[in-house]
């Protein structure tokens, strides 16, 4: 399978490329110095293999790739932002309506 560039993602001010080189694996370059930083697959199961990064680095590089729908692994959708920013902003509406403490409990019935 020919290496394929599947976009870009940007973490804490760096960006990576993301370049798919088999069906469910992909490699991580990092744009500042072109140098190829790590790999992550998809399938069977999810792995990393971080070369010249910090592991966890790359964990959430592969993590953002994967929910920003920079890979093309059918069982991960594109994520429909509008969706996500609407359910945001219910769930802080509704943190924001929370009582700080809750009512006193009602008296027995006899």
């Known amino acids: 399978m020919s290496r394929k560039v599947k ?3 940007q973490l804490a001010g760096i960006t990576y490329r993301i370049v798919r080189v088999a069906s469910g694996s992909y490699t991580v370059v990092r744009i500042s110095d072109d140098r190829d930083v790590g790999r992550f697959a998809l399938a069977p ?3 990393i293999e971080a ?10 590089v592969a ?3 994967i929910h920003t729908a920079k890979t093309s ?10 969706a996500i920013e609407v ?5 802080a509406a509704q943190a924001a309506r929370r009582p700080s403490s809750m009512p006193p409990a009602s008296p027995p019935n006899r």
Do not use: C, S, T
């Open 51 to 60: 070369i010249d990064i910090d592991p966890n680095v790359l964990r959430e």
């Open 63 to 65: 993590r953002l790739a």
């Open 45 to 47: 199961a999810f792995g």
């Open 7 to 9: 976009g870009m993602v």
């Open 73 to 82: 692994y059918v069982g991960f959708p594109r994520p429909e932002l509008a």
């Open 87 to 91: 359910a945001q902003a219910v769930q």
